[in-house]
């Protein structure tokens, strides 16, 4: 008993001071903390203007929003101004143009996200497709070329062809037919919106795509081949589900920003088509902002469209839970 106890005691004691030893002691969490800072500096030091840019312009911008309940008056300041409560979005959803500018604006998402999202998947399917390399590389360098260029010259060149006096224009003219002016017929203004948004965007997104198929393994082609599957059948019940969830997260983030249509683009062309038709939700701000002098009222419409936008992200990120993909978010 009297040598038993002093050894028990010596093992339980040990234990002890090994599981102290072991557990992260806050100075060697301070010096873990420095090692790393150490070895990625250089990294730190590159990611430090995005997150100063979306600290200073994106987190820190949203105190700006406080004027949507106020009666904002630049002199006055946000302090000054006095507060107006939701008048600013009663003032907001009694606008008739508001409701016009909202409805174009969900017409022509819809149209983007029906027509859009399919042309660089099938453009990334016929890259995928040739066996050069070399002929791979320069077509999908040409189609990517146009990402480059600002809406400010793609419009021109858009211009410059189906415009009043382009060449289009220019060739049924000399034929003896009706000139049509394309990029001034209000009726037009939606489908031209989303075929420039073709022309200049597609290759950006064929590349997603193309990274996507590229980690298909080629074994369940050639099982697919193998079992009679055509390229139809190959391109349901393989290359699909290959891509599926990089094509559910690009879904989620086109929905996510449905109300941001192109506010560059459709400023380059909105005189051109007329407001009437050419007027979305980030013109009607810019214009009820910086003409009408109406600051909150603007302010009011841009939450509108955040709340909206947030909804619709929660919203298809569960329905991406249900078809058992990741989403944006778990």
């Known amino acids: 008993m009297i040598t038993d106890t002093p050894r028990r005691q010596g093992r339980t004691g040990g234990a002890k001071r090994g599981s102290e030893a072991g557990a992260p002691t806050p100075v060697r969490r301070r010096a873990r903390l420095r090692a790393r800072l150490r070895r990625d500096w250089p990294l730190l030091l590159m990611m ?14 949203m105190a700006g929003n406080v004027i949507a309940f106020k009666q904002y008056i630049p002199f006055l300041g946000f302090a000054g101004s006095p507060w107006a409560g939701f008048s600013q979005f009663q003032t907001l959803f009694a606008d008739p143009a508001f409701w016009a500018a909202t409805w174009n604006t969900i017409e022509l998402a819809a149209l983007q996200l029906v027509f859009f999202v399919p042309v660089p998947l099938m453009v990334a399917l016929l890259l995928h497709s040739l066996l050069s390399s070399r002929l791979r590389k320069f077509v999908q360098a040409v189609v990517y070329l146009p990402h480059f260029l600002s809406w400010v010259i793609a419009v021109a060149l858009f211009d410059q062809v189906l415009g009043g006096t382009g060449l289009v224009n220019g060739l049924v003219s000399d034929n003896g037919q009706h000139v049509i002016n394309i990029m001034s017929n209000p009726s037009l203004f939606k489908p031209m919106m989303v075929i420039e948004l073709i022309w200049k965007d597609c290759g950006w997104a064929t590349i997603i795509f193309t990274a996507a198929l590229f980690q298909i393994e080629g074994q369940h082609y050639e099982a697919a081949a193998l079992d009679g599957a055509g390229p139809w059948r190959r ?26 249509v192109g506010f560059d683009q459709i400023m380059q062309q909105r005189q051109a088509f007329g407001g009437a038709s050419a007027d979305v939700i980030d013109t009607y701000i810019y214009n009820v902002a910086t003409q009408n002098g109406e600051w909150s009222v603007a302010a009011a419409a841009g939450i509108f469209k955040a709340v909206i936008a947030l909804a619709l992200v929660v919203t298809a990120n569960k329905v991406a839970h249900k078809m058992g993909e990741a989403g944006v978010y778990q």
């Not at 997260?249 to 109300?259: A, E, N, S, T």
């Open 235 to 260: 391109f349901w019940h393989v290359t699909l589900p290959g891509i599926r969830p990089v094509l559910v997260l690009i879904l989620i983030m086109r929905v996510g920003d449905i109300f941001n």
């Open 48 to 61: 430090a203007p995005g997150v100063v840019y979306f600290l200073v312009f994106q987190y820190v911008a």
